[in-house]
């Protein structure tokens, strides 16, 4: 494989740049080696033996901006010997055609096609989700035996929330929910916690599904268009994924997450859309995490009546532009950290 430069040490601007294919290259510096598998898949091997295989992935949505940026920023800082490389990295850039044209997708959702997903779809994006997933594969593979693997996948959301940070911890079944991950959650400002009830099809549920990562969806905040992000947002997450990636190091010792104020919640209920005149009764607007109260009716059709069960429930991805038999969006319950089996 050839040794290249990528211009200007810009991942990104590469990557938009090419935003179909790119011939497989090799990239040096001082704290390690990286390979340009594929357009917007960059792997980077430290010089260190390291116990740690870090996914972090951005831009699966395309006009999801704020956290390509910041990725970028961490990949440049590497490349020009600024961050020590400690750990075993894969960055993606997902969805570089949809970046180009500032949209969410192309064709299909590629946050729906994982787990083998794509084979029941068309589109652009469903050779990406094949690829991605191979390149996932192969970088997990080649992680040491006993090491620790993990995939958080960086998002931002259209719609407002009244936790502005929060990620979706993947559905783990009977397992225990882990500490570390969770005080470095709390580190890194995440807001609240949000534990998924059922397997889905998205990127950071494979990975912890089929590869056994520690992975999650982590929202950042609002979509902004490229250059007009404020990073300074993003300082928390910076700061705690910086000493990840130079110490291998989870800054998550300061947190005690008994008294931590991040919030946990569980899902109580799925909106079921299940007639073409099934009706949320909020307004489109509304922010993810908002409460309501007990016998408040949340949604209705010729069909069926849905009634808040307990003060406190919220809603969260709220959308009936979806099929009829589809997920219109969920009901969500806080609990408590005492109540959860952690290891
Ligand atoms: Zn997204």
Avoid at 100 to 113: G, H, S, T
Avoid at 203 to 230: I, R
Wanted: proline share 4%; charged share 20%; net charge negative.
């Amino acid at each position: 494989m050839e040794t290249m430069m990528i211009p200007d040490n810009d991942f990104l601007a590469l990557t938009l740049k090419n935003p179909t294919a790119l011939t497989p290259f090799e990239v040096a510096f001082s704290s390690g080696v990286g390979f340009i598998e594929e357009t917007g898949i960059l792997r980077l091997e430290p010089k260190q033996k390291s116990d740690i295989n870090l996914v972090l992935s951005v831009g699966i949505h395309g006009n999801e901006t704020g956290p390509i940026e910041l990725v970028n920023q961490l990949v440049k800082a590497i490349l020009e010997d600024r961050l020590v490389l400690n750990v075993r990295l894969l960055v993606i850039i997902g969805n570089p055609v949809s970046a180009n044209i500032a949209e969410r997708f192309c064709d299909v959702n590629l946050n729906r096609l994982f787990s083998g997903a794509w084979r029941n779809h068309e589109g652009i994006e469903v050779p990406r989700a094949q690829r991605l997933e191979q390149a996932v594969t192969s970088f997990f593979n080649e992680s040491p035996k006993g090491s620790q693997r993990l995939h958080y996948d960086l998002h931002t959301a259209i719609r407002g929330s009244e936790y502005e940070k929060f990620v979706v911890y993947p559905f783990i079944g009977d397992a225990a929910y882990d500490k570390e991950q969770l005080a470095f959650l709390a580190a890194s400002g995440i807001d609240a916690v949000l534990l998924s009830h059922q397997p889905t099809t998205t990127f950071s549920y494979y990975s912890s599904a089929v590869h056994g990562a520690h992975g999650f969806t982590v929202e950042l905040g609002k979509v902004y268009p490229f250059g007009e992000n404020d990073l300074s947002r993003f300082d928390s997450i910076k700061h705690t994924l910086t000493s990840l990636i130079s110490d291998g190091f989870f800054q998550s010792d300061a947190v005690q997450l008994d008294n931590h104020p991040m919030k946990l919640f569980v899902v109580q209920d799925a909106l079921l859309k299940d007639h073409e005149d099934y009706q949320l009764t909020i307004s489109d607007d509304v922010k993810n995490f908002t409460e309501f109260e007990q016998g408040y009716e949340l949604a209705h059709s010729s069909k069926s009546q849905y009634l808040v069960k307990a003060t406190g429930d919220a809603i969260i991805f709220p959308n009936t532009n979806v099929p009829i038999g589809q997920r219109a969006g969920l009901v969500v319950r806080p609990i408590t950290l005492n109540s959860l089996q952690l290891k």
